[in-house]
Nanobody
Framework: QVQLVESGGGLVQAGDSLRLSCAASEPTFALYAAAWFRQAPGKEREFVAAVSRSGTYPYYADSIEGRFTISRDKAKNMVFLQMNGLKPEDTAVYFC????????????????WGQGTQVTVSS
């Protein structure tokens, strides 16, 4: 069973940067697509970014506007989300997820989830 653990969240000011990390428990994680979702209070879980198992096909939600970058280090069984130019509306719990099939955008199609890490951006 693949277990995912996120880290790197925190309290920052608008315009600051954060780098989120997702560590997997076993190397089979490297065979699957990986993604980041976020969920703010009272809102549905929202797609942020995803990357193929090879790392050569990243894609993003339109709302990101070029500010975030997803990447992975397959040798270390890790996925990252570099977040620059953070805005108060980015405040949410950020979740790492992995899908055995495809590179989906729907959270219903992901098989493994981390516990989430809180990102709070003050104005």
């Amino acid at each position: 069973q693949v277990q995912l653990v996120e880290s790197g969240g925190g309290l920052v000011q608008a315009g600051d940067s954060l780098r989120l990390s997702c560590a997997a428990s076993e190397p089979t994680f490297a065979l699957y697509a990986a993604a980041w979702f976020r969920q703010a209070p009272g809102k549905e879980r929202e797609f942020v970014a995803a990357v193929s198992r090879s790392g050569t096909y990243p894609y993003y939600a339109d709302s990101i506007e070029g500010r975030f970058t997803i990447s992975r280090d397959k040798a270390k069984n890790m996925v990252f989300l570099q977040m620059n130019g953070l805005k108060p509306e980015d405040t949410a719990v950020y979740f790492c997820a992995s899908a055995r099939l495809g590179i989906p955008r729907s959270p219903d199609e992901y098989d493994y989830w981390g516990q989430g890490t809180q990102v709070t951006v003050s104005s």
